[in-house]
């Protein structure tokens, strides 16, 4: 079993940055790629940015490409989340997953989830 708990979320002014963090617990951190997705009320949750199992790798949607940067640190089973230059578009509930293959943005491809963090950018 594995538990992620995010954090960092909250109300920021468009323009302004946040920093989300991904704990992970209960197996090898290190052992897949970690993914960033968010949904917005009304809408299907879709993918934000994947790291692969070493850091060596990222991939973005096209929304967060030059804004947003995925890392982690596998010493501290710990994934984050750079925000920057928030949009009011990019509110949404933010969650973190995890998956044991290499490298993935497919919702599907995640096996474990967190309870997700919110993201809030007024205008």
């Known amino acids: 079993q594995v538990q992620l708990v995010e954090s960092g979320g909250g109300l920021v002014q468009a323009g302004g940055s946040l920093r989300l963090s991904c704990a992970a617990s209960?197996?090898?951190?290190?052992?897949?790629?970690m993914g960033w997705f968010r949904q917005a009320p009304g809408k299907e949750r879709e993918f934000v940015a994947t790291?692969?199992?070493?850091?060596?790798?990222?991939y973005y949607a096209h929304s967060a490409e030059g804004r947003f940067t995925i890392s982690r640190d596998n010493a501290k089973n710990t994934v984050f989340l750079q925000m920057n230059s928030l949009k009011p578009e990019d509110t949404a509930t933010y969650y973190c997953?995890?998956?044991?293959?290499?490298?993935?943005?497919?919702?599907?491809?995640?096996?474990?989830w967190g309870q997700g963090t919110q993201v809030t950018v007024s205008s």
């Open positions: 790291i692969n199992m070493r850091g060596s790798v990222t």
């Open positions: 209960g197996r090898t951190f290190s052992s897949g790629a």
């Open positions: 997953a995890s998956t044991f293959i290499e490298l993935a943005t497919q919702r599907d491809s995640y096996d474990y």
